[in-house]
């Protein structure tokens, strides 16, 4: 089961940080990854992080702006969003894949109930 947690309104420029809480034993062996769907959007991919934490990936659109993290001892995965925009707001869902990540979120295994992060401009 994954948590998410952090959403909020925030102005353009702004920032904030999400949370995902795993209550899986072996989260350890799972990589993360970040997705967000705007209204009349298609799912699209933002960010992951390896199982070990030690290789990330980001979409163009957020990148130098967004930082994924994990923590292992906790079970818990973040992602800071940095200098945000009108077009950064969507439902942010964060999402387990067994051993290596995936740019495709078809291909997760589990996902948690999603959060709302509005950007005001």
């Known amino acids: 089961q994954l948590l998410g947690s952090g959403g909020g309104l925030v102005q353009a420029g702004g920032s904030l940080r999400l949370s995902c809480a795993a209550s899986?034993?072996?989260?350890?062996?799972?990589?993360m990854g970040w997705f967000r769907q705007s209204p009349g959007k298609e799912r699209e991919f933002v960010a992951a992080i390896s199982y070990s934490g030690d290789s990330t990936t980001y979409a163009d659109s957020v990148k130098g702006r967004f930082t994924i993290s994990r923590d292992n001892n906790n079970n818990t995965v973040n992602l800071q969003m940095n200098d945000l925009k009108p077009e950064d707001t969507a439902v942010y869902s964060c999402?387990?894949?067994?051993?290596?990540?995936?740019?495709?979120?078809?291909?997760?295994?589990?996902w948690g109930q999603g959060t709302q992060v509005t950007v005001s401009s």
């Open positions: 899986e034993p072996t989260f350890s062996s799972y990589s």
């Open positions: 999402a387990a894949k067994f051993y290596k990540y995936s740019t495709y979120d078809n291909e997760y295994d589990y």
